[in-house]
């Protein structure tokens, strides 16, 4: 069993981001699944091109992306990605779209295929605080998870796939007041405990 792992790299002022320093550290090997790492630029268009891409290279039975959510308390399984890009902030290259469809022949929205519920059983008892999402938001992120599973329906229809969203790590809100992080520890344990879900899920 092979599952891509997918993490973003920081935006907005940040000079790290989460998804990134966790995805680094997450196993090689997860009960028996290879994990192979990926890392995404934080940019609309060319998010969704490098996983796509990545994906084409090798036969994937699982996809999972993470991406940070500040200000979030727990690692959140997303439940559905809308065909919608509209940009709080600019993305890595200026980019900013206002509601734009991800995909003009898309329909308006696809549902996570992976088991997240398990994947929220999982962290907790991996003592991550951990919660269903549903909402993904309408920047990179959930633009990277509308289309991803726009090409799985399209090309990969044996891969399922999803969207994580992870806290901020404590070094990050050093000069934020009342802000809620994780340990980067944490983040590890939870993103691998969500793999084992997805392998247990499959097997
Ligand atoms: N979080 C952003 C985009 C990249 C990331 O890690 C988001 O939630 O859209």
Do not use: W
Request: negative net charge; contains cysteine; proline residues 6%.
């Amino acid at each position: 069993m092979k599952i891509l792992l997918t993490g973003f790299e920081p935006f907005g002022g940040e000079s790290i981001n989460p998804a990134k320093e966790a995805v680094k550290l997450v196993k090689d090997e997860i009960k028996g699944a290879q994990i192979v790492k990926c890392y995404v630029p934080v940019v609309f268009g060319k998010a969704i091109e490098t996983v796509h891409e990545a994906m084409k290279k090798d036969t994937f039975d699982a996809v999972l992306l993470i991406g940070q959510a500040g200000g979030r308390y727990e690692i959140t399984p997303e439940r559905i990605g809308i065909n919608c890009d509209d940009g709080r902030i600019p993305d890595n290259e200026g980019n900013q779209p206002v509601d734009q469809p991800v995909m003009a022949d898309g329909p308006a929205a696809y549902f996570s295929t992976l088991p997240i519920k398990k994947m929220v059983e999982y962290m907790k008892a991996a003592n991550v605080p951990a919660a269903v999402s549903n909402t993904a938001g309408t920047y990179v992120c959930n633009h990277l998870m509308y289309g991803v599973l726009y090409y799985i329906d399209k090309e990969f229809p044996n891969t399922i796939g999803g969207f994580m969203h992870v806290p901020y790590l404590h070094e990050q809100v050093m000069n934020k007041k009342e802000t809620a992080s994780l340990s980067k520890d944490d983040v590890v344990r939870g993103i691998e405990a969500s793999l084992e879900a997805i392998v247990d899920s499959l097997a």
